[in-house]
């Protein structure tokens, strides 16, 4: 066996008495003869149940007693030979020491942001919830016109947020129009238009014609990529709207 | 709840702090803190041991899973600290491991426990040496000091602290607890009002004698309490 290897290693027989040891062996753990002398007293039956398995190499964690410390992990590579073993033992506590710090520091500020923080949080994402479902009602206004007023940034969220409801709505009420009304909505997100187009597109699927109402010449730009696409009409404002289709629809 | 405690260290082994805290909240709806800590989270961190025994984990994995859990029991004691109203009668109890020993989690369950019976508690959680505990207790003055210890060798670190104690100049209640109490006999270390605690039904049974005791007092004369 290689004497100068920069590590601890030991031969022992299958009773784990130490046949041979590295120097490195030497220096670091107090001479004994039974190398359980240097293995912490609660690692014992891991270190026999580990051996008995029926492998010939393995490595697993371990604690052992070293001449500077009571209690230091070290990874264990084992070698099966015959009735005999070979151990390698490599100190592992100081990675552990860094990996150590920062876990106590994650932990810490944890528990600084501590349950109100979180709850306030939950409770806040619940509201935006809320608030996005309340910011798109679906309002029946005949049994063929439905009115779907739009508040707020148009925003992914938010019409992920009203459209459960919406289809739910219109697919009881089957209208044949709906008009969706952009008066209230302010800013415009990338997101939320291909939202949007998503809605539109299952209107048609549900044989619900869409009609557009109160746009800024600013929505209407982020729109106009999809006008082609989509079958909807334009109308300029909600008045001029329900002239054409409520009233139209009395008269 | 041997299938929940399954699937709560499967949560804290993978880090998901949000998983583990649900378990915790679910079982919350039906059972006290006590039994929650007794039966769950204990039992989890024990499971833990064993898996590092069987070398399916490593102490790094530990160290993530310690992490969650004790996220996991500040969250049950959220609520307790929101409405605690201590005055001036309450009494005090304070904890700590000994020096070098990190092994909390258990300790801080205990302090919960006392918040949770109107104790007015001081956690001091891990590592703290002689003299800042002495000083502590010379201050404040509580009637109860709780530790704890995991690791074997820091028995001498106990002894010292017990001998410390007997030499305070009024006779606070010791409790010691942690994982190797029932592996010694420390009938002779520790002044004599010194209870080594092994898990947490004793420290119940502790709870109902105080309670009695603690009436009593109020009553005027030891022994007299009504309760049966
Ligand atoms: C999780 C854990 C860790 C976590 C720490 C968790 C923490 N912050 O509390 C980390 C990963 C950081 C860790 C580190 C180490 N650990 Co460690 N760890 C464990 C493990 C797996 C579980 C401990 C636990 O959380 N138990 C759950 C709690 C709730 O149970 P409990 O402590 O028994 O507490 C209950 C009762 O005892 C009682 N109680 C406890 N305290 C008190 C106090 C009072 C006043 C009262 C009334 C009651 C009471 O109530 C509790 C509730 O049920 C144990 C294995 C085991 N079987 O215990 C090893 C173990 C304790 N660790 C061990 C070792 C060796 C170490 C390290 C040296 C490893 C290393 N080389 O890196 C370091 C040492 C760190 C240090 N200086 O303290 C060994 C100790 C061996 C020995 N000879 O003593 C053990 C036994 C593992 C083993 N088989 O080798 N460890």
């Known amino acids: 066996m290689e004497k100068r290897i920069p590590l601890p290693l030991f031969r022992i027989t299958q009773d784990f008495q130490i046949v041979e040891r590295s120097d490195q062996a030497e220096h670091t753990f107090q001479y004994t003869n039974d190398l359980l002398d240097i293995v912490d007293a609660d690692s014992h039956d891991k270190l026999k149940a580990m051996l008995a398995h029926d492998v010939e190499q393995l490595d697993f964690e371990l604690n052992l007693i070293t001449k500077h410390s009571p209690l230091a992990l070290y990874k264990a590579f084992i070698q099966k030979s015959g009735e005999e073993a070979f151990c390698l033992f490599v100190p592992i506590e100081e990675q552990y020491q860094l990996v150590q710090n920062q876990l106590t520091d994650m932990q810490n500020r944890l528990n600084d942001t501590n349950f109100q923080l979180f709850e306030k949080k939950e409770k806040f994402s619940k509201m935006v919830d809320r608030s996005n479902e309340l910011s798109g009602p679906y309002i029946e206004l005949s049994d063929n016109l439905g009115l779907l007023p739009v508040f707020g940034d148009l925003s992914e969220e938010k019409l992920v947020a009203i459209k459960d409801n919406v289809f739910k709505r219109a697919y009881v009420s089957q209208p044949e129009r709906v008009l969706i009304d952009f008066t209230g909505v302010g800013n415009i997100q990338e997101e939320g238009v291909r939202e949007l187009k998503d809605l539109i597109l299952v209107f048609e699927q549900m044989g619900i014609h869409v009609v557009m109402i109160g746009l800024s010449p600013r929505h209407a730009l982020h729109l106009k990529p999809y006008r082609n696409e989509l079958q909807i009409d334009f109308a300029h404002s909600a008045k001029i709207a329900i002239k054409k289709w409520l009233i139209a629809e009395y008269l | ?228």
């Open chain 2, 1 to 228: 709840m041997q299938k929940t405690t399954e699937t709560f260290v499967d949560a804290l082994l993978k880090g998901d702090h949000a998983a583990s805290l649900r378990i915790v909240q679910n079982q919350r709806e039906h059972h006290s803190r006590f039994t929650i800590y007794n039966e769950l989270i204990t039992p989890a961190m024990h499971e833990i041991g064993m898996l590092w025994q069987q070398n399916k984990i490593t102490v790094a994995d530990e160290h993530l899973a310690t992490a969650v859990c004790d996220f996991v029991l500040s969250q049950t004691e959220y609520d307790l600290v929101q409405h605690s109203d201590f005055q001036e009668t309450t009494p005090k109890a304070m904890f700590f491991t000994v020096q070098d020993e990190y092994h909390y989690l258990g300790l801080k369950m205990v302090s919960i426990l006392f918040r949770e019976k109107d104790w007015n508690v001081k956690y001091y959680q891990s590592n703290l040496s002689i003299d800042h505990v002495m000083e502590q207790v010379e201050t404040w003055k509580p009637a109860v000091i709780g530790l704890s210890f995991a690791l074997a060798y820091r028995i001498e670190a106990l002894t010292a602290y017990l001998k410390k104690f007997s030499e305070l100049d009024y006779e606070p209640e010791i409790l010691v607890g942690g994982r190797l109490m029932h592996q010694y006999d420390f009938s002779s270390i520790g002044p004599p009002n010194t209870t080594f605690i092994e898990n947490l039904n004793e420290l119940q049974t502790w709870f109902n004698k105080d309670k009695t005791i603690r009436r009593d007092d109020s009553d005027g004369k030891a022994n007299t309490s009504s309760v049966i």
